[in-house]
């Protein structure tokens, strides 16, 4: 499936590389948490709540917007999963994926993963989340949970990554950070 999802990839490649994308788009941090657990690892998704807005309902990683006091990108993830799941990140241990840029919400979004050896203790915004997910991180390497969906862009057919996991759908950026981390290897995950 590498070759069916390497244009989608091109393509946010070449938005990467325009500044004017970047310097107009909004900006966004989210983080992959991996738990390092002795009989499995997993890694947290949640379920946003419905609202009026382009991800209402959507399975992602905790995140969000970065405010004009955060100093990067990084401090703005490690606040919105704070104020999203209730735990902590570690500054030093965010490591970077490649960004996305969201077309349909104009969001410049940059994933970060971290691995944590100790099970965290969520206090959930009840008002942005609606559930908490803990997935087997063996659920996303296996090839035949990956299917393909398609996406029109800028009238172009494009084919993305799509995982499932007990009814729920994860798609767009969620799963091209899955893909990202779990089938092209980007950055340095040793679990």
Not at 50 to 66: I, L, R
């Amino acid at each position: 499936m590498k070759e069916m999802f390497e244009p989608i990839f091109n393509l946010h490649q070449s938005f990467m590389q325009m500044e004017s994308v970047k310097d107009n788009a909004r900006h966004a941090a989210v983080v992959a948490i991996i738990h390092k657990n002795v009989d499995q690892h997993t890694i947290v998704l949640i379920k946003r709540n419905e609202y009026d807005g382009a991800h209402s309902g959507q399975m992602a990683f905790p995140g969000g917007k970065q405010e004009l006091s955060d100093q990067d990108l990084k401090v703005t993830a490690i606040r919105e999963v704070k104020e999203e799941i209730g735990i902590d990140v570690p500054y030093e241990a965010l490591q970077a994926l490649e960004p996305v840029w969201v077309m349909v919400s104009n969001y410049w979004v940059q994933p970060y993963f971290v691995v944590l050896e100790e099970k965290q203790n969520y206090v959930l915004d009840k008002r942005e989340i609606n559930r908490i997910f803990e997935i087997p991180v063996s659920h996303f390497q296996d090839s035949s949970q990956l299917k393909a969906h398609q996406l029109k862009i800028q009238n172009e057919t494009y084919w993305a990554p799509q995982f499932e996991f007990e009814g729920e759908v994860i798609w767009g950026a969620t799963a091209l950070f899955l893909y990202q981390l779990f089938h092209l290897k980007i950055g340095e995950l040793t679990l």
